[in-house]
């Protein structure tokens, strides 16, 4: 089953050894297979849960879609109130919208937090979108993210600082957005980017920042 087939397939967490690339206890990855979506953590075993019945399909987009199949991992800084069950990253990549306050990706007020993609191969970012949470309220906390593409996995804020560590620009938004299941656009410029990781960051140091995204997609 191709988990990027948005259908109306019920899907399913299960827990799951942690890979050795990630050893940080407080880096959240889930790791994705063709038909689960698992959640891995350093220090807890995640029951095995069912996705509830408030989702709704989006409409898919146009355009060169990468299958959500061609993910391999999902991980991110921090998981609000350590609910990966409700919060974590893989919701994120569902192929669905939460329209209630659980099921979407949701990080706590820190500096800089980020969301990280990573492909089973190298593969050709033109455009990534990026679907607001339920709420007009909620909008304004979606400004000043950055998404990056390159070869380089993010595993601590200390790599966003370290220039050698830093993979390449693909785009910013500014914001805020301002609207509920707004969907957000970065385009690569001036040129699509290749790269085995997708970040997407809040490079705003200033202050504690939430990063919520209800959706990702990524184009080719």
């Not at 087939?5 to 899907?11: A, D, G, H, L, P």
């Not at 994705?32 to 989702?55: D, E, Q, R, V, Y």
Request: glycine content about 6%; some cysteine.
């Amino acid at each position: 089953m191709d988990i990027g087939n948005r259908s109306k397939t019920v899907r399913r967490k299960t827990s799951h050894p942690t890979p050795p690339a990630f050893h940080n206890k407080n880096i959240f990855v889930s790791k994705l297979t063709t038909t689960t979506i698992s959640i891995i953590t350093t220090t807890n075993t995640i029951p095995t849960t069912t996705l509830g019945k408030h989702k709704r399909l989006p409409v898919t987009p146009n355009g060169n879609l990468i299958s959500k199949s061609a993910f391999l991992n999902v991980s991110a800084s921090s998981v609000h109130r350590n609910r990966w069950n409700q919060y974590g990253p893989q919701w994120a990549v569902d192929g669905q919208l939460s329209r209630t306050f659980l099921y979407f990706y949701h990080s706590i007020p820190e500096r800089m937090p980020w969301f990280q993609i990573e492909f089973r191969h190298p593969q050709l970012v033109s455009k990534v979108e990026m679907t607001t949470r339920e709420r007009e309220f909620y909008g304004h906390r979606f400004r000043n993210v950055t998404a990056r593409v390159g070869a380089m996995a993010l595993v601590r804020v200390a790599d966003l600082k370290a220039e050698e560590r830093k993979n390449e620009v693909c785009g910013t938004f500014s914001g805020p957005s301002g609207r509920s299941f707004a969907v957000e656009t970065i385009a690569c410029q001036p040129h699509a980017i290749r790269g085995k990781y997708l970040q997407i960051v809040m490079e705003d140091e200033g202050e504690d920042r939430l990063l919520e995204i209800n959706e990702i997609d990524v184009f080719s």
